[in-house]
C-alpha cells in the first residue's frame, strides 16, 4: 500500500468519529453546552471578560456560522472544553480518490475510443473497462493534476 493510500486510510480512521456526531445543535454548541451545565448567559459573559449582550451576539454569530475559530476557541475554554476542528469528507478519502482517477481515466480515453471506433477499430466492451480501471489506477497513483486538473466540483 503506498504512502498516500494509507494516509487517506487513517485519515479516515481519526474522521469517522467527527462524521458520528452530525449536525451541530440548532442554537450552536456553546448554546447546548452552556445549556447543559445550567450555566447562566451572565456566567457565561463573565467567563470570556465580556458583557452579557456581547455573549447573546457570539452564541448567535456561532448558530449563524460567522463565528471565527479564535472566538470559539476562547468560548470553548470558557466553558472548560477543548475546541476540535476538522472538515469531514463525505465518503472515504480512498473513494473521492477513486471516482476522481475513473472520471479523468474516461475523460482522457473517450477521445481516442471515438476516433478508433470511427476506423472501426473500437476494443471490446470488457477490453475497454480493463483500459479505464488500468489508467485510472495510474492516475490515481500519480496524483496531483492528472488526477484533479480538470475536476469539476461534485
Known sequence: MDNRRLARRRLDERLAAFAALGP???GGWIRAIRDALGLQLGQLAERLGVRPPSATELERN???ERITLATLRRAA????CTLVYAIVPNKPLESMVQDAAAAAARR???AVLHTMSLEDQAPR???RKEMIDALAAQI???????????AVKP
Open 24 to 26: 451541530p445543535p440548532a
Open 62 to 64: 456561532e448558530a449563524e
Open 77 to 80: 475554554e470558557a466553558l472548560d
Open 108 to 110: 482522457e480515453l473517450n
Open 125 to 127: 466492451r470488457r477490453d
Open 140 to 150: 490515481a497513483e500519480a496524483g496531483g493534476r492528472r488526477l484533479w486538473g480538470d
